[in-house]
DNA sequence: CGTACATTTGATCCACTTCAAACTCGGTGG
DNA sequence: CCACCGAGTTTGAAGTGGATCAAATGTACG
């Protein structure tokens, strides 16, 4: 068992005891292949999982065959939250490129509750941070105009990049342009334009899928993230 | 103490013991007037609070002050667990209308989660459900219609007060047309031009704030609900 | 019973969608 | 090795649902 769980699978703070109980119940996954999915709704639930490397996307179908992507999960991520209570998976979830999890069986999971008091509130904290990532997004699909939208998506990519560890300039997004227009509430062709606006603009450099920001204050800007979000990441969480 | 716990404050499926080691925890809030706050963005965070009576919006501010609601509570259902993690609230929390609550104080609930796992699973099972409505309004506001988004509310509005007793088809809808249109994510006048359109289809007969649902089959069909909630709900949930 | 505010109705406008077509690029088979 | 293919992306032009602006009507409450 190679899973690096006290930096990696969980923003866990256990002791190595914790740390052990907590690995003896998670398995490995095989890796998956892009579009392989991880689950599909309507599968039983058993599991929540923890993104190692790679990514993925949650998503849900409207009748008339449109994809809603709720979710993109990366790397440290927990998937399945929304499904705890739930005897089949209510949304899909599939690779957006050559992906690892852990997953972790919710039914050992609940078990360890008990013994195990931290792990339980760094559950509960991972779902109500995921939570508040929800009200931010309607925020940002009710309120936000196409400039607004994407300029939010990359510094929030940017954001999360940073926080463990990587470039917060230069990264890669495995998203379409299709699955970012799904994701933000947007037709392929408007993202486009906002991408190639963007560049003349001299804010990014795309090339594909790599994204380069030049210019994270401009970003910002734009994004016109309200502060709420960012000040509760950095100084109010509680302990 | 006379919150009757056991049907109105929680879900909760608890014996006679447990519901008394919950209910001396609990504290009884004088009723808040319509427009009081129940706690603002940035208070410091102490207690979540079950609705008995009444109704609250939560909303965040975008920086250029416009503002977007997150949530419709309504009795029963649980407010403030997008913040137990967190040092303060971050989202502001006000009544719709004359509103009482109970309040319950995190840090005494977090103790009894070792002592009485099956409230602890309540939590849990109330933050995922949350998480899937949440999902299920990102799809609304992204993917809908005005009329799609009216008929949706109306008939999530529904099934809400017919599953806790009340009539499904004639209740007050408590927010104002603007708040409405914030919810949504619509214009005030948008909204007013669905509400007539819909009296005129004879969906709905509204009397201000009375609404009337005259044609459940059509306000569903306009509503596409995608089944995926709603099986849920039904039938999927876990013992 | 009058004033402030909420709602409705009408007319115009525009950001984004939709439709259409050209282009890019990684893969693949001759 | 390179011409070709198809999916993904970009670009352009036209259309539209809902926003915005403006004004009339309705309504709650001192």
Partial sequence: MTCSLSSLCLPLSLNLEEIDKLDKIIKRRQALKKGDHLFRQGDNFESIYAVRSGSLKSYIMTNNGEEQITNLHLPSELVGLDSIDCKSYPISTKALETTSVCEIPYSNLQELYTKLPDLRSQIFSCMS???RDDKQMMLLLSKKNAEEKVASLLANLSARFKRRGYSPYTFRLSMSRNEIGSYLGLAVETVSRVFT??????IIAVNGKEIH??????????????????????????S
Same sequence: chains 1, 2.
């Fill in 197 to 202: 606006r963007f560049q003349s603009m001299d």
């Fill in 129 to 131: 941070k995921e939570l």
């Fill in 213 to 238: 920001i030049a210019n994270k204050n401009q970003l910002l800007k734009i994004a016109d993230l309200n502060d709420y979000l960012v000040a509760i990441d950095k100084k109010s969480i509680a």
